[in-house]
């Protein structure tokens, strides 16, 4: 038992050592395409969230003018992959106007909503196609699967509610309310599960993958790493805006 164990402690260190070091010999274009990965997952939350409860149908109009931006981009050599990251944010955007603009006062149909463009991913997936927009998509998808978990097992749903049917300025003492669920034992138990599987999922690509020597078959990957742990900082500034409430 104690050589099985030794075992596998060493394939996992083994597994993360090779995720890391093919993380830092990234080509420029690389972390580029993670950088902007993982900022356009916090648009939606810190951009279109106040944006679409005044005006959702502005909101979702807008999901054309990113369409327009990403083929734009399509068309130059250089920033093509850009353009290609650009038309998979709009998927999400599309799906973030539709329920934080109509639906957002019940979470039960947020993941559902939020899925509607993942016969799109999987179609340019097939096609091979699209492929940095199609997994910037299923990362930034996957990151709110994993959040909405959170809420579920914790049972900070009905938090979620109320919030959703004020204004802003008065969900602070929600918020308080909600972080101490957060702080009991089972909810730590699930932070600490659910970041991990977080941290798995975003670094797994790289442990599979040998993609990392100038060439681009695996800048798709980057994108998605840079969409799931990003999640970890969104939900990380969440936490700590419910700490200061």
Known sequence: MSAFTSTSASSTSTLQRSAFSRLTLGSKLSWGLFGVAAFLV?????????????????????????????YALRRKATTALYGDLILGFSLSWLAGSIYWGWFR??????????????????????????????????????????????????????YWRQVMQIEPEGAFPILRE????????????????????????????????????????????????????????????FWLAARLA
């Not at 005006?55 to 931006?69: Q, R, Y």
């Not at 016969?119 to 990151?143: C, D, E, K």
Request: glycine share 8%.
């Open 42 to 70: 916090s648009i939606p939350v810190f951009v279109q969230a106040p944006l679409v409860r005044q005006w959702p149908w502005t909101s979702l109009f807008l999901t054309l003018g990113w369409v327009a931006l990403g």
């Open 105 to 158: 006062w019940e979470p039960l149909v947020h993941l559902p909503i939020e899925a509607i463009a993942v016969p799109v991913a999987i179609w340019a997936i097939v096609r091979q196609r699209y492929w940095v927009g199609a997994l910037f998509y299923l990362g930034s998808l996957w990151g709110t699967a994993v959040t909405d978990l959170y809420f579920y097992v914790v049972h900070l749903i009905p």
């Open 178 to 237: 909600a972080l101490q669920h957060m702080q009991t034992p089972w909810g730590i138990l699930w932070v600490g599960l659910l970041v991990s599987v977080l941290c798995v999922s975003g670094l797994l690509p790289f442990t599979q993958l040998n993609v990392f020597k100038g060439d681009r078959t695996g800048l798709h990957w980057w994108v998605f790493s840079g969409a799931v742990m990003s999640t970890l900082l969104v939900d990380g500034l």
